[in-house]
């Protein structure tokens, strides 16, 4: 019983000790933001260099609130649900892709730096308008489900789908449309118009949906391009950078193959609603 009650006494003091050493362990980061807000015609593109104390378990979403709060309430950045699902606070990290609210400081060097991801509308400072050009790329690609039947019956039950199945086509729908495949890549930068991973991504899983009407004729016509699937160059950053581990080179290959044998084979007819071509939408 003595034993046990030295023991007991022991870990408390190690508690109490561990107390002073973990609070020792914080460090004073030193975070540099590229700064520049393109509607003010006398901003410059600057590195703007802050002194933050980090906390436990603090994350770069915490950080910048910080910032904002208590140093420079001009600081401009997004957020919306600190959860990963939202995908807007994208951004460089030390020049890699990454979402804030996921990204913790003590994984990161005592001086780092943040930066808006590149390919995107310029809000301000971290602020990119991603929204503009996911729009675009939906549109473009045709990203709904098209069904067999114009009128849908709201009231009607739907047909059940096999688990195994909706499984598959939940795996490829939990892209949050972060960017940061779009923004990693390097064929993006050569060729704006590339529709990038996130737009295959997408095709391959109305492919699988039973419910689209859509054959791969039609696919090809969207993503049988060198601005489609052809023009990925296999670099497979989209997939490095993935904060939703997303099978991203998967994908590619999967489409790339159907589409080739789509336009050599020519397997199968369009259907009869036409889709409308990739070179024919713009996203602008």
Known sequence: MADTTQQMAAAEEKKEDAVPQQAKAHRMLQVSILRYNP???????????????????????????????????????????????????????????????????????????????????????LSVNTGKWMRG??????????????????????????????????????????????????????????????AINKISRFRLDPRDHRNDADYYEILGTESGVFGCMSLLACHDFC??????????????????EQGIMGKEEPSLKRVIPLRELKLD
């Open 39 to 125: 509607a003010d015609p006398d901003s410059v593109p600057h590195l703007q260099t802050y002194s933050v104390s980090e906390t436990d378990s603090m994350t770069l979403y915490i950080l910048l609130n910080e910032l904002r709060d208590t140093q420079d309430p001009s600081l401009q950045f997004d957020f919306v649900c600190r959860a990963g699902i939202c995908g807007s606070c994208a951004m460089l990290v030390n020049g890699k892709p990454t979402l804030a609210c996921r990204c913790l400081t003590r994984d990161l060097p005592d001086h780092f730096t943040l930066a808006p991801l590149p390919g995107f509308e310029l809000i301000g400072d």
């Open 137 to 198: 790329m939906s549109e473009r690609i045709q990203s709904w489900c098209h069904l067999n039947d114009d009128n849908v019956n709201l009231s009607k039950i739907e047909t059940p789908m096999d688990p195994h199945l909706a499984e598959e086509i939940y795996l490829l729908d939990r892209c949050v449309e972060c960017g940061c495949c779009v923004a990693s890549c390097g064929n993006f930068r050569m060729r704006p118009d590339f529709v990038g991973a996130v």
């Open 243 to 260: 904060p939703k581990d997303l099978p991203l080179k998967t994908q590619i290959a999967f489409m790339r193959r159907k589409m080739a």
